[in-house]
């Protein structure tokens, strides 16, 4: 099981910020690049004449969107989009979208997504009154989408309920060669039942396609340039717009960075490392009370906690659900997902002392927080599986068993606790029916507006360094640095943070060099 690169359902809609899409800023007055993107070699070629719209694309540029009311003062409305944009007079599917009006002087539209790959826009958008300020939601209507293939956009089909249960709970890190045949065997039934239940669309749910349809939906809502905040994942794919459009960047917001330079291997290792510290910093934090139930010193606490895992691959805790007993994949996540918010911390403390008392039932129900499982049983969305159809189209991985068993030496000598864990991810790819022909480089989307990112230096899912790179990376990239625990900045307690992204998006006014906030 791969990490997501985004808070599960439960701490985007309590803590994560939001990205937004304003109408004119940036670039000044030129006219937007609409349905022929450039990438960042060929930008200063273009970007004193951007091309017309694409004859076969016209029909999905000048789209009327028909919203209508969805409840709680929200809007609805669906957005045709191509399957294959090399072929856009093939078959097309509808992307799921949901406004919310700006409360006063409108300004523009504001596009928000939460991260993943698999996070629902629309979700976010629901969730819009907590997690974007009171004064930006004045001036923007703000607006949220599911990318293809994800929620309700012509979702990917491709685990039951019953099946992701298992999926989530494998052995994250096998280490006989029963184990390992069983989790190699786990991953082509995976790839196996997306291609039975993919169908066209699993060839084209790339971070490309998605931002392909992102300047669709610009166009749809009217919007000469593209104002956005991107979470996590999101910073890649508003990357990959500005890379694809730099001259339709207005005012866009980058808050938990994805490097897109970084190999498969490197982003592993990255999160490896990112949640290596974060454990500590929790650890540190927890035995800094008499009740801690990891002990008194930080080492101490790691080997106790990475005891507590191991004996889970063999002797599974119980949860108060014979069919779901807490395994080592269940509690790994069940840990995992209070690294992305220090207010967790007291939860997983809680838990911690349940399981070493033998009951698994709380941890159980952090992990199916992670995973967005419902207590009915029934998952509320198909990120778990729709993370690896983007990333082996974004990244393919080709090391096969070999690599990966190189590296969980590597990783964990680095990583004791998680260093395992992130390189089993990498596996799933080998075996994933589509071949993806993307590769990791660098993105300087010479041409755009400036571009405001946001890193936290302890961040465990998008690691502090790669909002430095891709700062440096960018022809007009601006870094805010947060010093702090968690996933993303922007409202999670920073009124440094929140006035500096509030300013650019409100008023274009670029955070000073350097700015580094508490």
């Not at 991260?115 to 004045?138: F, K, L, M, T």
């Not at 010193?297 to 889970?312: A, P």
């Not at 405001?452 to 990239?477: I, M």
Request: glycine fraction near 12%; include cysteine; charge should be neutral.
């Amino acid at each position: 099981m791969s990490w997501s690169a985004r808070p599960p359902r439960w701490l985007v809609i309590a803590c994560a910020g939001v990205l937004g899409l304003s109408a004119c800023s940036g670039s000044g007055s030129a006219a937007p690049t609409v349905g022929t993107p450039t990438s960042s070699a060929a930008t200063k070629a273009t970007t004193s004449a951007a091309p017309a719209v694409a004859p076969d694309l016209a029909r999905f540029y000048r789209q009327k969107l028909a919203w209508s009311g969805c409840g709680g003062g929200f809007q609805c409305a669906r957005l045709s989009v191509p399957i294959d944009y090399a072929q856009p007079a093939g078959g097309s599917i509808q992307l799921a979208l949901l406004r919310l009006p700006a409360g006063g002087r409108r300004m523009g539209s504001l596009v928000i997504n939460p991260g993943g790959p698999g996070g629902s826009g629309v979700a976010y958008a629901r969730a819009a009154r907590a997690v974007i300020s009171d004064q930006v939601r004045e001036r923007y209507d703000v607006v949220g989408f599911d990318p293809r293939g994800v929620g309700d956009s012509a979702p990917l089909k491709c685990l039951t309920d019953a099946q992701t249960d298992q999926f989530v709970a494998a052995d994250p890190t096998p280490d006989t060669p029963a184990e390992i045949t069983a989790t190699v065997t786990l991953f082509k039934q995976l790839a196996a039942r997306c291609k039975a239940g993919g169908g066209e669309l699993l060839a084209h749910v790339s971070t490309r396609d998605a931002a392909r349809d992102l300047d669709v939906l610009r166009a749809a809502l009217g919007e000469r340039k593209l104002t956005y905040l991107g979470k996590s994942y999101g910073t890649f794919l508003g990357a990959t717009y500005a890379d694809l459009f730099p001259r339709n960047v207005g005012r866009m917001v980058l808050d938990g960075v994805l490097d897109p330079a970084l190999t498969p291997e490197q982003v592993n290792l990255g999160q490896a490392k990112g949640f290596e510290q974060a454990t500590r910093a929790f650890v540190a934090d927890c035995t800094t009370s008499s009740s801690c139930p990891l002990g008194s010193t930080v080492d101490g606490g790691m080997q106790r906690l990475r005891d507590l895992l191991r004996q889970l691959d063999t002797a599974p805790l119980p949860t108060g659900d014979p069919s779901r007993p807490l395994t080592e994949g269940l509690g790994s996540l069940g840990v995992a997902v209070a690294m992305y918010d220090p207010g967790y911390w007291p939860t997983l403390r809680e838990a911690l002392a349940s399981a070493f008392g033998g009951d698994g039932a709380e941890l159980l129900r952090l992990a199916d927080a992670y995973t967005d499982r419902n207590s009915d049983g029934h998952y509320a969305n198909n990120q778990n599986t729709v993370i690896y159809a983007v990333n082996c189209l974004d990244r393919p991985d080709s090391g096969g068993l070999p690599a990966v068993e190189r590296t969980v030496k590597e990783f964990s000598a680095q990583a004791p606790t998680w260093g395992a864990f992130l390189a089993w991810s990498e596996l799933p790819c080998d075996y994933w029916p589509v071949k993806g022909t993307s590769a990791p480089g660098p993105i300087s989307a010479s041409g755009s507006g400036p571009i405001v990112l946001v890193g936290t230096t302890r961040d465990p899912a998008t690691p502090y360094q790669w909002a430095v790179n891709l700062s440096k990376e960018l022809a007009n990239g601006h870094l805010i640095t947060y010093v702090g625990d968690g996933h993303t900045a922007y409202l999670r307690g920073s009124s440094c943070v929140d006035d500096a992204v509030d300013a650019y998006l409100l008023r274009g006014a670029v955070p000073k060099a350097g700015l580094t906030c508490h």
